[in-house]
C-alpha cells in the first residue's frame, strides 16, 4: 500500500472516531448532525483509498460509485434530521 | 380416514367446537347455549363409549400429527386413558347440568360457559395424550383455560384467587416442560408405553434421569396439590361451586395426579424408576401431604376450604399408590382417581346447593339442614363416609387395596399408619358437619334462603347432580367386584404395567 | 430470467410515488399496493417452495457492478409475514388517523418502508443491504415522528441519530470486506471468505451496527420510546417488521456468510447479550405503567430469544438437529412478529376508545371492547410462548438445543423470561375481569379490530399448527450459501 493510501485510509478511521465521540458529547442537535456527516465523511475516504490501484492506474470506478450512493443518503438523513429539530423546535415554543 | 385415526381427535373437538361457538353468542341466548352444552357432553359420552367398547377388543386408536421435526401430537386410547376420559366425560355432563342451573340469571354465562368447554377439552386432550409433549402442550393449555374460570366472579378476591392459582400453575408448567424437553433429548421421542419405556433404553445418565423426574414431578405436583406446592388450592375457592366441583374432582387436581401415574408407569416404568431410588422420596411427599391436608381440614369453618383440604389429602392417596411398588398398590392408587372424583364431586356440588339455596358456607352454621335439605345431606353424607373409607361407598375399596398393597409391598410399616391417621382424621373434620346436619335443632333462620318454593329442595338442576354422583359412588364401592367396574379396568392397567 | 422478484419491491415503491401524486386517494393506494404485494410474495413462495432459490439480476447486469435480487426460502417467508402484517396494519390505519393531514403524509412513506424492507430481503450483496437499511431506518423514522407529539419528535430523533450511526458503522464493515475481498456479492464473497482479522473486523464493524438497529441490550434504549409514542400501526410495524430486519441481517451475516470464518466463542457475547434483553425487559415490561411502554419493552425481550438461538446455532454441526434449530428461531421470528403487531393495533385500539393507555385503569375499556381483549389475550398466549402458539414449538426447541448443546444455562434464563411474559400479559388481562352486566355489542369497529384479530390466530392457532410447514419450507436450502455447499 502506498503513502497515499495509508494516509487516506487513517484519515478515514480519525474523521469517524471524531465524529463519533462528537455524536455521542455533544448536546445540541445541530452539533450531532454536523458530527454525523463528519463520520460518514470518514467512512468515505476508506472507500476512496480503497479505489487506488497503483501509479498511473485509473481507480477502481465502484468504490466511487458507493461513495456517490452514500452522499445521497447522508444529504437525505441529514435533511430529514434537520425537519424534525425544526419541528421539535417550533413545538417548544407553543 | 378410518375411525381408529379420527376417534380420538373427535372426542377432544365435541367440546371444543361447541365452546368457540358459545363463546359467539349472546348473553340471553340460553336456549341455544344449554343446547349446545348439552350436545356436546352427549356426543361426548357417545364417542368414549364407542372407544370403550374398541379398546375392550384391541382395537388400536391412535391419532397422529407432527407439529415440528421430531415432535408429534399424538392422542392414543389404551386402558388408561379410557378410564380417564371416561370419569371426565361423564362429570362433564353432571356439572354441565348443575352449572346450568347454579348459574341461572348471573352474568357473564357465555364467557363462562365457552371457558367450561375449553377446560373439558383440554382435559379430555391430556387423557388421551399419547407422549409427554402432547401432555404437556394440554396441560398448559388447562390452565389458561381454568384462569378464567376461577376469576368469573369478578370480585377483587376473585381475582387474586385466580392471580394466585395462575403463578403456581404457570411456574409448574415451566418445570414440566423443561424436564420433558430435557428429557426428550436426552432419550429421544417417547410415546407412552405400559410398563415404561426408560428402562429399555441403554447408556442414560441415571443422575440426569434423577433430575428429570424431579422436575417432571414437581411440574405435576403443583396441580397435583402435593405438598407444598398446594398452596393455590384453597385460594382457588373463590370460583363458583361448579368451577371447584370440576377442578377438584376432575380437571386440574386429577391432572396432575394422572401426569404422576403417567411418568411412573408408562415413561419410567415403576421397576425401573425404583431402581432410581425415585419413589420413596415420592411416597414420603404424598404421605406428609395427606397428614398435613387433613389437618389443616380440622381447623376449618369454611366448608368449601375445608373440603379444598381434604382434596389435597385425597388426591395424595393416588401418588401413595404410584410410589409403592405393586400391583395391588397401583390398583388402589388408580381406582382412587375414580372414587375420590365421584365422591368429591358430590361434596362440591352439596356445598353449592347449601350456599345457593340457603347462604350457608360455614359448617358452624349447618345445623339441622339435614331436615330442610335431606336430599342434598343424604348425598353429602355418602361423599363423606366415602371419604373415612367406611363401607360400602367407592372410598373404603381404594383404601383397602392401597393397605393390602403396602403389605403386600413390605412397605406396610410407614403405609398403614398413615392411611389410619388419615382415616380418623377424616372421620374427625367430617363426622361432626354429619351430626350437626342430621341431629342438631336449626339455629334460626337460614342465612339467605332464596325463597325456592317448588316441590323440590332446590332447583332441579342443583339437586340431581349430587344425587347421582352419591349413587355412582355408592354403587362403585357396591358392585366393585362387577365386570366392567372402575375396579376392574384399574385391574387391567395394572397387570399391563408389571412386566413378568 | 425470472422477473418476479422485482415485484415485492416495485409494487410499493410505485404506489408511493402515486400516494404522493393523489393524497386524497392515499388509503384506497395503500390497501391495493398490500394486497397485490401479498399476492406476488404468494406467486413467489409458490416458486421459490417447487423450484428452490430466485435470482433476478436487474437491468441484466452481472452482479459485481449490477444488483441481483436473490429469494431464498428464508428471504421468502419473511416477505410474507411483512406483507401480511402490512396489510392488516395498513387495514388498521384506514381507519385510525381520523386527521386527513396525517392521512395524506402517512401512505407515502408507509409504502416507501415496506419497498425498502421488501428490498432488503431480496438484496443478494452488502451495499445494497446497506442501501436498503437506510432507507428503512429513515422511514421509519420518519413515521415513528408522525405521532406529533413532543414526545414522539424527540424519540423519532434519538431513533435517528443512533440508527445513522449504526448504518455507519455497518459501512464501515462494507468498506473493510471491499478491501479485503475485492467483491461485495454474497455468493462470491462466500466462496472465497476465510477466517482472519480481516473478516472478524469487519463482521465487528457491521453487528455493532446492526446490534443498534435491532435494539439489543445494552443499545435498546431508544427503542421503548419510539415504539411507545408513535401511532398504532407504525409501532405494530416497527416492532413486527423494522427491528426484524436488522434480526434477519444478523442471521444472513452470522449462520450465512461468515459462517465459515467465525469463531463458536464469540456467538456467546450475542446469547448473553440476548439473555440479559430477555431479563431486562421483561423486568421493565412488568413494571410499565402504559400498555404501549409495556408492549416496546416486550419486544426488547422477545428479541433477546432470538439472539440466544446464535450460540446454539453456532454450536451445532451440520445436519437435522441445526435444521430444526434454524426453522425454530424462524418460526419464533414469524411468531413474534404477528403476536405483536397484533398487540399493538389492540392498543391502539384501546387507547383510542379510552383516551390513554394506562393499564391501571382500563378494566372498563376491555369489558367494553370483547374482541380487542380476545385478540389481546391470543396475542399474549403467543408472547409468553404458551401452547398452541408456534412460539411454543420454537420454544421448545430452543430448549432442547440447549439441551442437546450442553449450554444448559440458557434454560433457566428462557424459563424465567417465559414466566415474567406470564406475568405482565395477565397483568393486563386481569383487568378484563370486573364485576357488572354482560356485554351486548360483540364488534365495536370492525375495521380496526379485525385485522388486529386475524393477526393474532395467526400466530397462536396457524402457526401453532401448520408449524410444520414452516420448518419443511425453511429449514433444507434456506441459506444463500448452502445452496453452494
Known amino acids: 500500500m502506498l503513502f497515499a493510501e495509508i494516509t487516506y485510509a487513517l484519515t478515514g478511521v480519525g474523521l469517524f472516531s471524531l465524529g463519533l465521540r462528537g455524536t455521542l458529547l455533544r448536546r445540541s442537535l445541530l452539533g450531532r448532525i454536523i458530527a454525523i456527516n463528519v463520520c460518514g465523511a470518514g467512512v468515505f475516504m476508506l472507500f476512496v483509498a480503497i479505489a487506488y490501484r497503483g501509479p498511473g492506474q485509473a481507480p477502481d470506478a465502484l468504490p466511487h460509485a458507493l461513495v456517490l450512493t452514500g452522499i445521497v443518503v447522508a444529504v437525505s438523513a441529514t435533511a430529514l434530521a434537520l425537519a424534525l429539530g425544526r419541528r421539535l423546535r417550533e413545538s417548544k415554543h407553543e | 380416514m378410518s375411525l381408529e385415526t379420527w376417534l380420538p381427535a373427535l372426542i377432544v373437538l365435541s367440546s371444543l367446537l361447541p365452546g368457540l361457538v358459545i363463546f359467539m353468542l349472546r348473553e340471553d341466548d340460553h336456549r341455544l347455549r344449554t343446547s349446545l352444552n348439552l350436545l356436546g357432553a352427549f356426543v361426548k359420552l357417545l364417542l368414549v363409549g364407542m372407544m370403550i367398547w374398541g379398546v375392550f377388543h384391541e382395537r388400536v386408536f391412535e391419532t397422529r400429527w407432527t407439529l415440528a421435526p421430531g415432535l408429534d401430537l399424538v392422542l392414543h386410547a389404551d386402558e388408561l386413558s379410557v378410564l380417564f376420559v371416561t ?125 428429570i423426574f424431579l422436575l417432571l414431578i414437581v411440574g405435576l405436583g403443583v396441580k397435583a396439590a402435593l405438598v407444598p406446592l398446594h398452596g393455590w388450592l384453597p385460594q382457588a375457592m373463590v370460583a363458583p361451586a361448579p368451577v371447584s366441583a370440576l377442578l377438584h374432582a376432575v380437571a386440574v387436581v386429577k391432572a396432575g395426579a394422572f401426569g404422576i401415574v403417567r411418568v411412573v408407569y408408562d415413561v419410567y416404568g415403576v421397576e425401573f424408576a425404583d431402581s432410581l431410588n425415585l419413589l420413596a422420596p415420592l411416597g414420603a411427599a404424598a404421605a406428609i401431604t395427606i397428614i398435613y391436608g387433613s389437618v389443616r381440614a380440622l381447623s376449618q369453618d369454611h366448608l368449601k376450604k375445608r373440603l379444598a383440604y381434604s382434596t389435597v389429602s385425597q388426591v395424595s392417596y393416588i401418588a401413595l399408590g ?142 340431581w347432580p349430587p344425587v347421582i354422583t352419591a349413587a355412582l359412588a355408592l354403587a362403585a364401592g357396591l358392585f366393585a367386584a362387577a365386570p366392567y367396574s372402575p375396579l376392574e379396568w384399574a385391574e387391567i392397567i395394572a397387570a399391563r404395567e408389571y412386566r413378568e | 430470467m425470472n422477473s418476479l422478484p422485482v415485484w415485492p419491491i416495485m409494487l410499493p415503491l410505485g404506489a408511493a410515488l402515486l400516494a404522493v401524486l ?131 419528535i424527540e424519540a423519532a430523533l434519538r431513533y435517528l441519530i443512533v440508527g445513522l450511526l449504526g448504518s455507519l458503522a455497518f459501512l464501515a464493515g462494507v468498506a473493510v470486506m471491499y478491501a479485503r475481498y475485492g467483491t461485495l456479492d454474497m455468493l462470491a464473497l462466500a466462496a472465497v471468505i476465510e477466517p482472519e482479522p480481516a473478516s472478524w473486523l469487519a463482521l465487528a464493524l457491521m453487528t455493532t451496527g446492526l446490534l443498534v438497529k435491532s435494539a439489543l441490550f445494552p443499545l435498546h434504549f431508544w427503542l421503548p420510546p419510539a415504539h411507545a409514542n408513535a401511532p398504532a400501526p407504525v409501532s405494530a410495524a416497527l416492532s413486527a417488521l423494522v427491528v426484524k430486519a436488522a434480526v434477519y441481517l444478523m442471521i444472513r451475516l452470522w449462520l450465512d456468510l461468515f459462517a465459515p470464518a467465525l469463531d463458536p466463542a464469540s456467538a456467546w457475547i450475542l446469547g448473553a447479550l440476548g439473555a440479559v434483553a430477555v431479563l431486562w425487559g421483561s423486568w421493565n415490561a412488568l413494571r410499565a405503567q402504559r400498555l404501549k411502554l409495556l408492549a416496546a419493552y416486550s419486544t426488547v425481550a422477545q428479541l433477546g430469544y432470538l439472539f440466544i438461538f446464535f450460540p446454539l446455532l453456532v454450536a451445532l454441526p451440520a445436519g437435522p438437529t441445526r435444521d430444526t434449530a434454524f426453522g425454530a ?96 400479559v395477565f397483568r393486563v388481562l386481569g383487568f378484563a375481569f370486573g364485576p357488572g352486566d354482560g356485554v351486548m355489542q360483540k364488534l365495536a369497529d370492525g ?19 401448520g408449524a410444520a410447514a414452516v420448518w419443511d419450507f425453511v429449514a433444507p436450502g434456506a441459506l444463500l450459501t448452502e445452496a453452494q455447499r
Request: with cysteine; aromatic share 10%.
Open chain 2, 87 to 211: 370419569l371426565s366425560t361423564l362429570l362433564w355432563l353432571v356439572t354441565t347440568v348443575y352449572a346450568i342451573g347454579y348459574l341461572e340469571n348471573a352474568p357473564h354465562r357465555s364467557r363462562f360457559f365457552g371457558f367450561f368447554s375449553l377446560c373439558v377439552t383440554a382435559t379430555v386432550g391430556l387423557a388421551l395424550a399419547g407422549n409427554l409433549f402432547t401432555f404437556v402442550i394440554f396441560y398448559e393449555m388447562l390452565t389458561l383455560a381454568t384462569y378464567p374460570l376461577v376469576a368469573h366472579k369478578g370480585t377483587p378476591e376473585a381475582v387474586r384467587g385466580a392471580r394466585i392459582y395462575l403463578a403456581y400453575t404457570l411456574a409448574g408448567g415451566m418445570l414440566l416442560l423443561v424436564g420433558a424437553v430435557w428429557l426428550r433429548t436426552l432419550a429421544g421421542p417417547l410415546d407412552f408405553a405400559q410398563g415404561g419405556i426408560l428402562g429399555d433404553i441403554g447408556g442414560l445418565d441415571p443422575t440426569a434421569l434423577s433430575w
Open chain 2, 322 to 463: 404410584t410410589a409403592i411398588v405393586g400391583p395391588i398398590a397401583t390398583i388402589g392408587g388408580m381406582v382412587h382417581l375414580v372414587h375420590q372424583g365421584l365422591m368429591k364431586i358430590t361434596l362440591f356440588f352439596a356445598a353449592g346447593n347449601y350456599a345457593e339455596t340457603l347462604g350457608i358456607h360455614k359448617v358452624s352454621e349447618m345445623n339441622g339442614v339435614g331436615r330442610r335439605m335431606p336430599g342434598t345431606t343424604l348425598a353429602f353424607t355418602i361423599g363423606a363416609l366415602g371419604m373415612i373409607g367406611i363401607p360400602p361407598v367407592a372410598g373404603f375399596v381404594s383404601k383397602w387395596y392401597l393397605g393390602l398393597g403396602a403389605v403386600e409391598a413390605g412397605a406396610a410399616a410407614w403405609v398403614m399408619p398413615v392411611l389410619i391417621a388419615s382415616s380418623l382424621l377424616n372421620a374427625a373434620y367430617f363426622l361432626p358437619i354429619l351430626y350437626r346436619a342430621w341431629f342438631r335443632e336449626a339455629a334460626s333462620d337460614w342465612p339467605a334462603p332464596s325463597g325456592h318454593s317448588g316441590r323440590l329442595e332446590t332447583h332441579a338442576f342443583l339437586l
Open chain 3, 329 to 424: 428461531l424462524v418460526l419464533m421470528a414469524l411468531t413474534h412478529a404477528f403476536a405483536k403487531s397484533a398487540l399493538f393495533l389492540a392498543a391502539g385500539m384501546i387507547q383510542q376508545h379510552a383516551g390513554h393507555d394506562r393499564i391501571e385503569e382500563l378494566g372498563g375499556t376491555a369489558r367494553a371492547l370483547p374482541v380487542t381483549t380476545f385478540t389481546l389475550a391470543l396475542a399474549g398466549v403467543a408472547l409468553v410462548g404458551l401452547p398452541p402458539s408456534g412460539a411454543f414449538l420454537a420454544k421448545w426447541q430452543l430448549l432442547s438445543s440447549a439441551f442437546a448443546t450442553g449450554q444448559w444455562f440458557w434454560v433457566p434464563v428462557v424459563a424465567a423470561g417465559s414466566l415474567m411474559a406470564a406475568g405482565y
Open chain 3, 447 to 465: 375495521r380496526e379490530e379485525i385485522p388486529a384479530l386475524l393477526l393474532a390466530i395467526i400466530a397462536t392457532a396457524v402457526l401453532g399448527l
Open chain 3, 22 to 152: 393523489w393524497p386524497r386517494r392515499g388509503a384506497w393506494i395503500g390497501v391495493a399496493a398490500g394486497l397485490a404485494t401479498l399476492a406476488v410474495v404468494g406467486l413467489l413462495l409458490a416458486q421459490v417452495a417447487s423450484h428452490g432459490t430466485q435470482v433476478h439480476t436487474l437491468g441484466g447486469w452481472e452482479p459485481g457492478l449490477g444488483i441481483a435480487l436473490r429469494a431464498d426460502s428464508l428471504a421468502v417467508a419473511l416477505l410474507l409475514m411483512s406483507s401480511l402484517v402490512a396489510l392488516a396494519a395498513g387495514w388498521y390505519a384506514t381507519g385510525y388517523f381520523s386527521d386527513a393531514g396525517r392521512q395524506s403524509q402517512f401512505w407515502p412513506i408507509w409504502l416507501l418502508m415496506l419497498a425498502a424492507l421488501h428490498a432488503m430481503l431480496l438484496s443478494a450483496d452488502l451495499f445494497n443491504l446497506y442501501v436498503t437499511l437506510e432507507l428503512l431506518g429513515l422511514s421509519a423514522v420518519a413515521l415513528a415522528a408522525l405521532g406529533g407529539g413532543r414526545a414522539a
